[in-house]
């Protein structure tokens, strides 16, 4: 398997310690992934705890724009972030979203998925990030033309990091 880590301080086959017999088949690319992507075959695309870092405004856009670019219609993209659920019961439910609570909880679960809103209340303070709730993470996707198909949800009651994949709509 053949594999390119592009990370934009290009540190990191000293810090994973990536064995020797992997090293011949791989290689590092340092790359701001806020300017274009280089032009190249690639499957798939994975950001793990990068959008949540970013407003949606210009950053995200700007990222998840130069990587649908950087595309082929094959390609994968796959999301692994923190989601917070609804508080309120959103109509009509889309199949991406993890199902409610049952009534009389609050959606989320109330008291037990705080968590997740502390999280998110502290990345909007400090930051001016966020943790998305799928509808919103959909929509920032659409807006870049990519499509979620789907989504695997972490533990309701922490800051569950799901897994989400798109592919270019």
Not at 45 to 64: A, G, P, T
Not at 104 to 123: E, K, R, V
Not at 125 to 147: I, M
């Amino acid at each position: 398997m053949r594999f390119c880590v592009v990370s934009s301080i290009g540190y990191y086959r000293e810090t994973l310690r990536i064995p020797s017999w992997q090293a011949s088949t791989g290689r590092d690319q340092a790359h701001d992934f806020l300017t274009p992507q280089p032009p190249r075959k690639v499957s798939v695309f994975l950001l793990r705890m990068i959008l949540h870092d970013w407003s949606n405004e210009y950053y995200c856009v700007k990222v998840l724009r130069h990587l649908r670019a950087a595309a082929q219609s094959s390609t994968k993209l796959f999301i692994v972030d923190n989601t917070r659920m609804l508080a309120t019961r959103p109509s009509p439910r889309t199949s991406l979203e993890r199902p409610p609570a049952p009534e009389p909880l609050l959606p989320s679960f109330g008291q037990s998925s705080a968590i997740a809103y502390y999280t998110d209340l502290n990345m909007m303070s400090l930051f001016n990030d966020q943790e998305r709730p799928v509808l919103q993470l959909k929509e920032l996707l659409k807006e870049c033309d990519w499509k979620l198909v789907e989504v695997y949800y972490g533990d309701p009651f922490t800051v569950g990091q799901s897994k989400s994949m798109a592919v270019p709509a």
